[in-house]
């Protein structure tokens, strides 16, 4: 694990860029693992900047995202389509067909996920982006998710809804439910970028760093990814 401590949010939202600009300028075709969340929002914010200004182009790139809610569909202000499509896509000039997020409103909710699941056997991100629940959850894996897991439909803990309930008039409107990501499919990206910011994640990522590698804490299987990379704040980092 490489754990790179910054001073705040802003500079590490500056390393995360570094590591996604140098990868597109590198690989025009890559595949990013995405997330939504506030951990990469200003990390979205310079990749538009830098597309705006020339640097980078998204039109060979390949979106994966992580998670969806079930239910909401993607013109639902608090769906992560939505999340995604204001934060980045709408303003770069990545191709529709080649942006993938499950889709959380597909009536058959199996057969969803069997099909994402394929998806992510044929596109295997070259970095895959992680933000860290309080929890130590990556993607919506809950503590105790199997680290063999593939893409599945997951009943979220009251501890996610409450922290996600903020995005939210109430807490009632917040989804039960979400597809995601398995964690076996998250450790078979090339790279990982995990970011942490703020003292809320300071416990979570003392854990995913130093502690034992159990499913209780989701993330600490990443101590077992070869190309880990952790870019946290130094509040987040406070604890180690
Ligand atoms: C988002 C996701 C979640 C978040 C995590 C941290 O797609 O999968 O695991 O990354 O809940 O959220 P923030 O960044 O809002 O603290």
């Given at each position: ?85 204001t934060n980045l896509f709408d303003h770069v000039d990545i ?37 860290i629940g309080s929890n130590g959850h990556i993607g919506f ?92 704040d130094e509040a987040a980092a406070a604890l180690l």
């Amino acid at each position: 694990m490489k754990i790179t401590v910054t001073k705040d949010y802003d500079d590490m939202s500056k390393a995360a860029a570094e590591i996604i600009i140098s990868q597109l300028k590198k690989k025009p075709d890559s595949v990013l693992g995405l997330a939504t969340g506030t951990s990469p929002l200003g990390l979205y914010k310079l990749l538009i900047e830098a597309y705006k200004k020339g640097e980078i182009s998204f039109a060979q790139a390949q979106t994966v995202n992580l998670d969806e809610y079930v239910g909401l569909k993607p013109s639902h202000s608090q769906s992560y389509a939505y999340f995604m499509h204001t934060n980045l896509f709408d303003h770069v000039d990545i191709l529709p067909q080649n942006v993938h997020i499950p889709q959380g409103f597909a009536e058959n909710l199996s057969a969803e996920c069997a099909s994402y699941s394929k998806l992510l056997g044929r596109l295997k991100p070259d970095i895959q982006l992680l933000g860290i629940g309080s929890n130590g959850h990556i993607g919506f894996n809950e503590p105790n998710s199997a680290f063999s897991g593939t893409t599945h439909l997951v009943n979220l803990t009251e501890s996610t809804v409450k922290d996600n309930s903020r995005l939210f008039d109430d807490i009632s409107q917040v989804p039960r439910q979400a597809i995601t990501m398995g964690i076996a499919e998250i450790m078979s990206a090339k790279s990982i970028l995990l970011l942490a910011n703020g003292t809320k994640k300071a416990q979570a990522i003392l854990k995913t760093v130093k502690g034992e590698i159990s499913e209780s804490c989701p993330a600490s299987i990443l101590q077992r990814h070869p190309n880990c990379n952790l870019v946290i704040d130094e509040a987040a980092a406070a604890l180690l």
